[in-house]
């Protein structure tokens, strides 16, 4: 992965951290670890973080409120590691913004697999999380744009403009599967496709964060995302972009 990453680990159990840590650095991973939210946030300000490990369980903060402001700040990768482990907890997670949530108690080799592949997923070859959007395994960027109903989206800049001049932050994830929809409009994807186009050879643990990321894709480009115009629902078999889409 070229240099060494950074994690951050925010944990307030000292065992658990130090598991963690030995764990990762035992493969070269250079860590740090907090057990306050508070001094995650101001780490992440002031460090190169490349991926935090969050346990929801914090003195100060809850792990989910505290993935979601990293994740407003940033594009840095979060696994959230939690003895929490029913379904709800793990979609409520991955709707706040985490790239994937793994219980407690944990194989170490797991966990180590799981960082790596959101490294692979939400960071490019030697470019810092915060500042680039990812390409996922086989996918291909261009210097092309794509305009739907008012709405540009530029594959080089990686950025999309509404019809108001407006410019919603997009997470990795939320670009490439916006990007696998205007490649691919008029057409049913299921989820199985959803997967391919957007991970790649990285797909998550959790077949559910397509519709995760759905609905919050949903809310950055559509007027009412209860209704919404352009991400149909087909019942049954998956989702279909249904807006003209036209090379700029």
């Excluded at 944990?11 to 598991?19: G, L, R």
């Amino acid at each position: 992965m070229g240099e060494t990453k950074h994690i951050l680990i925010v944990e307030d159990d000292p065992v658990v951290a130090d598991v963690v840590a030995a764990c990762l650095e035992d493969a070269e991973f250079e860590t740090t670890i907090t057990s306050s939210g508070q001094a995650a946030l101001n780490i992440i300000s002031d460090t190169h973080v490349d991926l935090c490990v969050v346990d929801l369980g914090l003195p100060d903060m809850d792990g989910l409120s505290l993935t979601r402001e990293i994740k407003s700040r940033t594009s840095i990768g979060i696994m959230i590691l939690s003895g929490r482990g029913e379904t709800t907890e793990r979609i409520i997670g991955l709707e706040v913004g985490a790239d994937d949530y793994l219980g407690k108690p944990f194989e170490p080799r797991e966990l180590l697999a799981r960082v790596r592949s959101i490294i692979r997923r939400t960071q490019p070859s030697g470019t810092q999380a915060t500042t680039q959007t990812t390409v996922p395994s086989g996918a291909q960027r261009s210097d092309m744009s794509f305009i739907f109903d008012g709405w540009k989206v530029d594959l080089a800049s990686l950025e999309i403009t509404g019809p108001d001049g407006m410019q919603p932050q997009l997470s990795n994830s939320e670009f490439n599967l916006l990007q696998a929809f205007i490649e691919h409009p008029n057409r049913v994807l299921s989820r199985d496709q959803l997967l391919d186009l957007v991970h790649g050879d990285n797909t998550p643990t959790f077949d559910r964060s397509i519709d995760v990321q759905i609905t919050r894709l949903r809310k950055k480009i559509e007027s009412d995302p209860k209704a919404p115009k352009f991400i149909k629902t087909v019942r049954n078999r998956g989702y279909m972009f249904t807006a003209k889409v036209t090379r700029d």
